[in-house]
């Protein structure tokens, strides 16, 4: 069964500095891999996917993450935080074993001081 | 491009009552997924459909049934509402199509419909 797991349910960060939020997944096959972000009262938001293409994706608003297949992990890092990159983010893992359905993380709130 | 809409925004129900959703997804998407948020239990799956035909269930009761239109709109209906059902609701939608492009199909997402159940 595949799963995910995200470390820290609150991070918290100033602003301009290194953000981190990790993602751990659980596959027997490789998987299709991806970052959300949620602000208050609305949807989710596509930030990136990994689809085997690159080991290294590039999202929007300057977050990247990479895949690490030995580590079974793909961290999300943006280098420099913004307030308006407090929100509550969310890996999610998709994979022949799931069938078509989305597995998300428990998320990450991402809380960016002045 | 208009995105995924869904209809209504907020409702509020007492239990047992029965409701319904809508969602409308993006034009030319034809796979239609949908999703409980609560603050417990996160983000789960409830099902999703393709072509008017359920492609996938998650792990929910039988009060929780939907469907899809020819037009690919989407309902989904909880009956008999317990005050466990209070959450946001998501839909997503995306191109859907052949297996391989299906997992990697990028999922857009609606702004949700808030539930409580009074």
């Known amino acids: 069964a595949q799963s995910v797991t995200q470390l820290g349910s609150h991070v918290s960060v100033s602003e301009g500095a290194l953000v981190l939020l990790r993602c751990n997944y659980s596959s027997s096959v490789p998987p299709y891999l991806f970052w959300y972000v949620q602000y208050p009262n609305q949807g989710l938001q596509l930030l990136l996917k990994y689809t085997s293409a690159a080991t290294l994706v590039k999202g929007i608003n300057g977050f990247e993450a990479e895949f690490k297949k030995s580590e079974t992990s793909f961290h999300l890092t943006k280098p420099s935080a913004h307030m308006s990159d407090a929100a509550e983010y969310f890996c999610a893992v998709r994979g022949l074993t799931g069938g078509f359905k989305t597995i998300f993380g428990a998320g990450t709130r991402l809380f960016v001081k002045a | 491009k208009a995105g995924v809409t869904q209809t209504p925004r907020y409702l509020i129900k007492t239990r047992g009552q029965q409701v319904t959703l809508s969602c409308s997804p993006i034009s030319g998407h034809r796979s239609v997924s949908w999703y409980q948020q609560t603050p417990g239990q996160g983000l789960q799956f409830l099902f999703e459909y393709f072509s008017e035909t359920q492609r996938n269930k998650g792990n929910f009761p039988g009060r929780f049934s939907g469907r899809q239109f020819s037009n690919s709109r989407s309902e989904m209906n909880v009956s008999t509402l317990e005050l466990g059902d209070s959450a946001l609701y998501l839909c997503?939608?995306?191109?859907?199509?052949?297996?391989?492009?299906?997992?990697?199909?990028?999922?857009?997402f609606g702004p949700g419909t808030r539930l409580t159940v009074l």
């Open positions: 997503a939608s995306s191109l859907g199509g052949l297996a391989g492009g299906v997992l990697y199909n990028e999922q857009f």
